[in-house]
Nanobody, 124 residues
Framework: QVQLVESGGGLAQPGGSLTLSCTTSTFTLDSYVIAWFRQAPGKEREGLLCNTQSDSSTTYVDSVKGRFTISRDNAKKKVFLQMHSLRPEDTAVYYC?????????????????WGQGTPVTVSY
């Protein structure tokens, strides 16, 4: 069973930073596209950033461009989401998702494997 586990969420102040991690112990990470999604209360899940097997990244949401970065360490089987200049509107549950096919996507339906999510709250 493919398993993804997010960690690193928590409370941050506006303007602060957090780094989320997505770890897998059950598949070869360098064979998978990994994306970060988030879901705020009462809103649909949205795709934020994606990183391909060749370590090419795409950012889908304008509000996180320049503030959020996705990266991977295949040897450690981890994908990271670095978040800076956090805003209250970044408050959400953050999910990582994976798919073995090539090419990034921001669609929830494109991804076969999901973590359980880690909550991020940005507030004073």
């Amino acid at each position: 069973q493919v398993q993804l586990v997010e960690s690193g969420g928590g409370l941050a102040q506006p303007g602060g930073s957090l780094t989320l991690s997505c770890t897998t112990s059950t598949f070869t990470l360098d064979s998978y596209v990994i994306a970060w999604f988030r879901q705020a209360p009462g809103k649909e899940r949205e795709g934020l950033l994606c990183n391909t097997q060749s370590d090419s990244s795409t950012t889908y949401v304008d509000s996180v461009k320049g503030r959020f970065t996705i990266s991977r360490d295949n040897a450690k089987k981890k994908v990271f989401l670095q978040m800076h200049s956090l805003r209250p509107e970044d408050t959400a549950v953050y999910y990582c998702a994976g798919k073995p096919s090539y090419g990034c996507s921001s669609s929830v339906r494109a991804y076969s494997y999901w973590g359980q999510g880690t909550p991020v709250t940005v507030s004073y």
